[in-house]
């Protein structure tokens, strides 16, 4: 059996070791381009290229997966199945038609809820409480193809999306495990997604990481949960951006009185040891990680020992 594997960040590294640990025969490995990171631009392989390398298997790096040299250089290694997860690119018809035993994908959630990009930083933004992985064969569509097998993963109130990347990249490993040998049979009972039931989990944007302050305090702590370690959310202190890494849990016992129940949205209500406690939409949050423009991020009961904000500071 030859089997390519095609991913790119780290969540998809497991699920490549369990093909070498289960000693199938990867014939190639298909991932993104090396891209310049860090502040030097120094170019970097992806996650899964490395780990290729060091196994010595063989390294495909597209920049479209569309273009007929791409494709060609994929069939020449005439894969029996395809193996993806976190690829980042769409796959033409081309390539899914390519292996005998069909295009299976691991994807980040409990389909149809949460097809496209994001799903596992969405999930936490929307304030779920259970994701999941789904092995899935591949379709045209968006993550639309028929569900193979799914496996659970509770979210937890700690939880960020670098924690929860973490934990799905455990679960799609060992769904993949799992089914393995019915896939290399081509033994398998997919079921077809109910498409009224899909819900869309598009790429984060700029727009994503702002904090909107007139929200409830539950709804800006699952957002910069959903947005660490990649971003942050960030709002403005004097017309620059102040960057939000980490608040309290919000308190469910707290309440407003006096002119902390009538300051707007987004006003600092104390600097304190804790950190930064700031109006939301319904209550308060404490800002206990934050980084102010042009400046390293550090803890907030750092920042507030020399800082010029003041109490009835407006953010935002």
């Known amino acids: 059996m030859k089997i390519a594997f095609m991913g790119t960040p780290d969540f998809a590294v497991h699920s490549l070791n369990v093909l070498i640990e289960e000693g199938m025969n990867v014939v190639c490995v298909v991932?993104?381009?090396?891209?310049?990171?860090?502040?030097?631009?120094?170019?970097?392989?992806?996650?899964?290229?490395?780990?290729?390398?060091?196994h010595g298997i063989p390294v495909l790096?597209?920049?479209?997966?569309?273009?007929?040299?791409?494709?060609?250089?994929?069939?020449?290694?005439?894969?029996d199945l395809i193996v993806t997860a976190a690829f980042g690119q769409i796959l033409p018809k081309?390539?899914?038609?390519?292996?005998?035993?069909?295009?299976?994908?691991?994807?980040?959630?409990?389909?149809?809820k949460y097809r496209g990009g994001a799903p596992i930083q969405r999930c936490i933004i929307n304030g779920e409480t259970v994701t999941g992985i789904t092995l899935m064969y591949m379709a045209e569509?968006?993550?639309?193809?028929?569900?193979?097998?799914?496996i659970e993963?509770?979210?937890?109130?700690?939880?960020?999306?670098?924690?929860l990347f973490a934990k799905m990249s455990e679960?799609?490993?060992?769904?993949?495990r799992q089914e393995l040998p019915r896939l290399l049979e081509g033994k398998v009972d997919a079921e077809p997604q109910n498409d009224d039931e899909s819900t869309y989990a598009p790429n984060l944007t700029r727009e994503d990481e702002q904090l909107d302050w007139s929200k409830t305090s539950r709804e800006l702590y699952n957002q910069v949960r959903g947005l660490v370690p990649f971003s942050g959310g960030f709002t403005l202190w004097n017309g620059e951006v102040f960057?939000?890494?980490?608040?309290?849990?919000p308190a469910t016992d707290v309440t407003l009185?006096?002119?902390?129940?009538?300051?707007?949205?987004?006003?600092?209500?104390?600097l304190s040891p804790e950190g930064i406690v700031v109006r939301t939409g319904d209550n308060t949050v404490t800002l206990t990680e934050i980084q102010p423009a042009g400046k390293k991020a550090l803890k907030a009961s750092e920042f507030v020992r020399g800082t010029s904000m003041t109490k009835g500071t407006v953010l935002g």
Not at 96 to 112: A, K, Q
Not at 141 to 150: F, P, Q, V
Not at 153 to 163: K, L, N, R, Y
Not at 259 to 265: I, N, Q, S, V
């Open 31 to 54: 991932t993104q381009p090396d891209r310049p990171q860090g502040r030097k631009k120094v170019l970097t392989p992806t996650p899964v290229k490395a780990a290729a390398v060091e």
């Open 61 to 79: 790096q597209p920049q479209r997966m569309r273009n007929p040299e791409s494709i060609a250089e994929l069939a020449a290694y005439e894969p």
């Open 94 to 112: 081309a390539v899914l038609d390519l292996p005998r035993l069909g295009c299976v994908n691991i994807h980040g959630s409990l389909l149809p």
């Open 141 to 150: 569509g968006l993550d639309t193809g028929d569900m193979i097998s799914k």
């Open 153 to 163: 993963v509770p979210i937890t109130d700690e939880d960020t999306s670098g924690t």
């Open 171 to 176: 679960a799609g490993a060992t769904i993949l």
């Open 243 to 249: 960057k939000v890494w980490k608040m309290s849990k």
């Open 257 to 270: 009185t006096g002119a902390a129940l009538d300051a707007k949205p987004g006003t600092v209500l104390d």
